[in-house]
């Protein structure tokens, strides 16, 4: 069965700062990797996702995600965080074999102060 | 488009007593889930449904959690009798396929807060 790390449960930054959050999965196979997002008092919905091909990965609002096989890791970037980004940030991960349990980290809970 | 359906979205009972959670997935969506996140940790997988058969419930506390689908389409999660530690956030989610590559990209609903005292 897979498993995912975040390295970091909070994270502040001030606005027009960089943002990496750390995510790194334990799982033998082929995965696919996704960072879902959750906004207060909003659900839980999809910021990007890597299934195969270009390691660098684009989502919505800016953010971006790079899949490095060799360290079993999939970080979350954004060059400049806006207030707008506070939030809380879930790392996933599941098999590309057969039926696969999406597997999510403990989540970062990122405070952007203006 | 409509999203996921989840009711109550909050529900405060004693230990012992019984809950049951309610959810409408996106139609045409023929998986459903249904996650726990209790406070500061992520989701963890309760169920997994895809139509009306359970694919994967291994980690379901099957004495006192049990789930249905019966027609594939809306899907009920009860509790009984709740305990302490079931106070957490219960979460429905559906998916149009589970199985293959292209797989996890998941449609969530806003939650259903439990509340055991």
């Known amino acids: 069965a897979q498993s995912v790390s975040q390295h970091n449960h909070h994270v502040i930054l001030s606005e027009a700062a960089s943002l990496e959050l750390g995510c790194n999965y334990s799982y033998g196979g082929t995965v696919n990797l996704f960072w879902y997002v959750q906004y207060p008092g909003q659900h839980l919905q999809l910021l990007l996702k890597y299934f195969s091909g270009d390691p660098l990965v684009k989502g919505i609002k800016g953010f971006e995600a790079e899949f490095i096989k060799s360290k079993f890791s999939f970080n979350l970037r954004k060059p400049s965080v806006q207030w707008s980004d506070t939030a809380e940030y879930f790392c996933?991960?599941?098999?590309?074999?057969?039926?696969?349990?999406?597997?999510f980290g403990k989540g970062t809970m990122l405070l952007v102060s203006p | 488009e409509a999203g996921v359906a989840q009711s109550p979205r909050y529900k405060i009972i004693e230990k012992r007593q019984s809950v049951a959670f309610w959810c409408n997935p996106i139609?045409?969506?023929?998986?459903l889930y249904w996650y726990q996140q209790i406070l500061g940790q992520g989701p963890k997988l309760l169920i997994q449904f895809q139509n009306n058969g359970v694919v994967d419930d291994s980690q379901l506390p099957k004495d006192r959690f049990s789930a249905e689908r019966l027609k594939g389409v809306d899907s009920t999660l009860k509790i009984q009798p709740a305990k302490l530690e079931d106070s957490a956030v219960y979460l429905c989610?559906?998916?149009?396929?589970?199985?293959?590559?292209?797989?996890?990209?998941?449609?969530f609903g806003e939650g259903s807060r439990l509340t055991v005292l």
């Open positions: 989610a559906s998916s149009l396929a589970m199985s293959g590559a292209r797989t996890g990209e998941l449609f």
């Open positions: 139609s045409g969506h023929a998986t």
């Open positions: 996933a991960v599941n098999a590309q074999s057969g039926y696969s349990t999406l597997t």
